[in-house]
C-alpha cells in the first residue's frame, strides 16, 4: 500500500506546501493536504498540531510539515505524544532522521531552502526506512521521556 502522508503550513509555506503535495502526489503515494488554503495570515503552532494528531492516530503514516523556518511548526509537532520531528534544510539530514531516529514527521522552512532542494529533501525523507536495532533502544528513550 502507498505511504499516507499528511502535509501542513501556515501562511509563510502555502506554495511549498503546494509544490511538495503535487510532487508526492506525482510519485503515487496518498496524499492529504490539510492546508490552510488561503494565504491568510495564521499560527503555526494549529498546523502543526493538526498535522502531528493524524499521525499520531494512525491517519498518516508520515507528516511533512512547513512555516517559514520550519523550526515554530517542528516545536509545536513535537508537544504531540508519539511525534518524531526534525527540520531539515540538506538530503542527508532527512535521510538519517528516518534511518536512526525513526522520524514520523518532517519539517521545511520555505524562507530558508529552495523548492527544488525541498523536493529533494522530501525524496530522501520518504524513500528512507528506519534501521532498527541499536537505533530503536534510543529511539525508545526518546519515548519512555514522553511518561
Ligand atoms: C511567520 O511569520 C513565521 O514566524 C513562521 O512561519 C515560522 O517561521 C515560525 O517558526
Not at 503550513?9 to 503535487?22: F, L
Not at 535521510?95 to 522520524?103: P, Q
Amino acid at each position: 500500500m502507498a505511504k499516507r502522508i499528511v502535509v501542513s503550513s501556515d501562511h509563510a509555506a502555502i506554495g511549498m506546501r503546494q509544490a511538495v503535495a503535487a510532487h508526492l502526489g506525482a510519485r503515487g503515494l496518498s496524499v492529504e493536504d490539510i492546508g490552510p488554503k488561503t494565504a491568510e495570515s495564521t499560527h503555526y503552532p494549529m498546523h502543526g498540531e493538526a498535522a502531528a494528531k493524524a499521525v499520531a492516530a494512525g491517519d498518516a503514516d508520515l507528516g511533512i510539515i512547513f512555516c517559514g523556518t520550519g523550526q515554530g511548526i517542528m516545536m509545536a509537532a513535537n508537544k504531540v505524544k508519539g511525534i518524531r520531528c526534525g527540520v531539515c534544510s540538506d538530503t542527508f539530514s532527512a535521510a538519517m532522521i528516518r534511518a536512526h531516529n525513526d522520524a514520523n514527521m518532517l519539517s521545511l522552512g520555505a524562507r530558508v531552502i529552495g523548492e527544488g532542494l525541498a523536493l529533494e529533501i522530501v525524496d530522501a525523507f520518504v524513500d528512507t526506512a528506519f534501521e532498527g536495532g541499536r537505533h530503536g533502544t534510543r529511539v525508545d528513550m526518546i519515548t519512555a521521556i514522553e511518561g
